[in-house]
């Protein structure tokens, strides 16, 4: 099959790459063309293990151009794949959907035959059938189901992990309203063993966000129970044990800490507040799980003063800026309240991070950065444990006040130890 990728972010590169893989020939349409030279030359525009080889290795079947019009010529479906940004109220900014939706309907009013668009990127329900097909029908005239059909293919990518999440998924859904879009996908997904669930298109863009609005109840339940169990000298690990050995809860998701972050959970629970608000249903679960993530990781500055009252002019070094790791992502990284709590208090804030400290330097170019983790630990007053890369694993904390928002279980030897919720 011949697929056109409109958008070449993470969930664009990650997506083309790996459908270039199981056979497929793969056009890359971007407006920048600095991260089109990247593709053409094997080069992930975006950090994502295993993702440049895989690019490298197939690159006689790989194409990448500004021009939209070229890429739906010369291919059979377009999966579009661009940002989906958040308003100030929550809901999800719709410019870069409306404007590839207006963009793709232009260039099928002079192609002949077939088109399947494929909608990607994470959107509400009822966007692909409300505005996206009402844009495509006005720039094309023509009607949806006749000329071109739509579909909705969401993805379920952990940062870190992707290609795995790819090549074994958990389930694949395909939201389809005509047989041929339906055909299209089910095609594309033919030699994938894992549960395919076919549904409308809506309900396809629901499962997307009630999926990531559960895991991030999980977490926020984990933490408020953290909180609690850490009031009473109980290791919450040891309880979340016990209660994910029942069949019907299942224990993933269940590690209490400083909370979640990343470009998906954050957004996608709000996008889902505020539709439920459009609504009239007041969402109180998930305005909970919220307000619960914001406060989590402030968590780790209070147990810093119980040991130092005083953090003015105190050195506190932060081991983490990315939101997990495997990723140079900050995006609603934990670390950015709490550097921007330390510094209110006055603090001399030195952080590390394996591949974010670029990414965070823009944010906080005014702290400083250390060559190593072994060199902040050094230097510091305090670390703070804020992602759990596996260095940090093999650090010597001996006779450093540390406090731990990812359970780092090193970090308790020879140091003077706090953990969030343990």
């Not at 249903?281 to 040991?307: C, F, G």
């Not at 944010?363 to 510091?380: H, M």
């Not at 007053?381 to 540390?402: I, N, P, Q, R, S």
């Amino acid at each position: 099959m011949k697929i056109s990728i409109l958008g070449t972010g993470y969930v664009g590169a990650v997506t083309g790459a790996c459908f270039v893989e199981i056979g497929n020939d793969v056009v890359f349409v971007d407006i920048d063309p600095a991260k089109l030279d990247m593709i053409r030359t094997g080069r992930s525009p975006i950090f994502e293990p295993g993702l440049d080889e895989l690019l490298k290795k197939n690159l006689d079947r790989i194409s990448a151009t500004t021009d939209t019009g070229e890429a739906i010529r010369e291919t059979d479906a377009t999966f579009i794949c661009v940002g989906t940004p958040s308003n100030l109220d929550g809901s999800i900014d719709l410019q870069y959907i409306e404007a590839a939706s207006q963009t793709i309907g232009g260039e099928l009013r002079e192609k002949e035959g077939w088109h399947t668009v494929v909608m990607k990127s994470t959107v509400v329900s009822g966007t692909t059938t409300g505005i996206v097909r009402r844009r495509l029908e006005e720039a094309s005239g023509k009607e949806a189901f006749r000329d071109f059909g739509l579909a909705s293919n969401p993805e379920f990518l952990k940062e870190g992990s992707a290609l795995t999440d790819v090549f074994s998924p958990d389930r694949i859904v395909i939201g389809a309203e005509d047989p041929r879009s339906r055909k299209v996908l089910e095609t594309l997904y033919a030699t994938f063993d894992c549960p395919k669930l076919v549904t409308a298109i809506p309900v396809a863009e629901m499962i997307k966000y009630v999926s990531n609005a559960f895991l991030a109840t999980k977490i926020s339940f984990a933490n408020e129970i953290g909180n609690l169990c850490k009031t009473m000298g109980l290791d919450t690990a040891e309880v979340f044990a016990g209660v994910g050995l029942d069949a019907r809860i299942n224990p993933a998701f269940f590690r209490s800490g400083i909370g979640f972050g990343g470009s998906c959970f954050p957004k996608d629970v709000r996008a889902l507040i505020a539709q439920a608000l459009a609504a009239g249903v007041p969402p109180k679960i998930l305005t909970s799980v919220v307000a619960v993530n914001e406060d989590q990781p402030l968590r780790l500055v209070t147990l810093l003063k119980k040991h130092l009252p005083d953090l003015k002019g105190k050195r506190i070094g932060l081991l983490g800026l990315a939101f997990k790791p495997d990723t140079d992502d900050i995006r609603e990284s934990r670390a950015i309240p709490i550097t921007e709590e330390l510094l209110k208090e006055g603090a001399s804030v030195i952080a590390y991070d394996p591949l974010a400290m670029e990414s965070f330097g823009r944010l906080f170019p005014g702290i400083s950065y250390a060559a190593s983790a072994e060199d902040l630990v050094q230097v510091v007053d305090a670390v703070l444990l804020t992602t759990e890369w596996k260095e940090f694993e093999t650090l010597d904390y001996t006779g450093k006040l540390v406090i731990d928002g990812r359970r780092v279980p090193k970090a308790a030897v020879g140091s003077i130890y706090e953990g969030v919720c343990w």
